[in-house]
């Protein structure tokens, strides 16, 4: 039974909440299926602007405001780049799924380049 949170559940998700097992099939390709990456980053980098943007209320150039915001801002990005995988792992292990899910497209990816290799090498 392949079922999809509702607007509250999907809320409370993002947030850090579990949801119930039978949502297990969504979970996991919200966490590894295609576009994983661009929702992982929105949901952490979008949230963020409106807060940083009150440094634009500085009484100053508007270069300032935008250099404060990037101070904080450019770090956000790389060490939420940097965390992905392990935010993850963390998610599917929340869910009681296995964490070894999170990194499937890689396996799938080098399974299929292994296979190549080896027809191309006369190893098949």
Do not use: K
Not at 3 to 22: H, K, N
């Amino acid at each position: 039974m392949n079922q999809t949170p509702d607007p509250v559940q999907r809320i409370r998700y993002i947030y850090g909440a579990t949801l119930p097992p039978s949502m297990a099939d969504w979970v996991i390709e919200d966490l590894t299926g295609r576009g994983a990456a661009a929702r992982y980053l929105a949901r952490f980098l979008v949230p963020i602007l409106p807060v940083l943007a009150l440094f634009l209320l500085v009484p100053a150039p508007l270069w300032v405001g935008l250099s404060m915001m990037a101070l904080l801002y450019l770090p956000l990005i790389y060490f939420a780049v940097a965390l992905m995988y392990v935010y993850r792992r963390h998610r599917l292990t929340q869910h009681g799924l296995d964490p070894d899910l999170a990194d499937i497209a890689e396996r799938r990816r080098a399974e299929v380049e292994r296979a190549a290799y080896e027809l191309r090498h006369g190893r098949a």
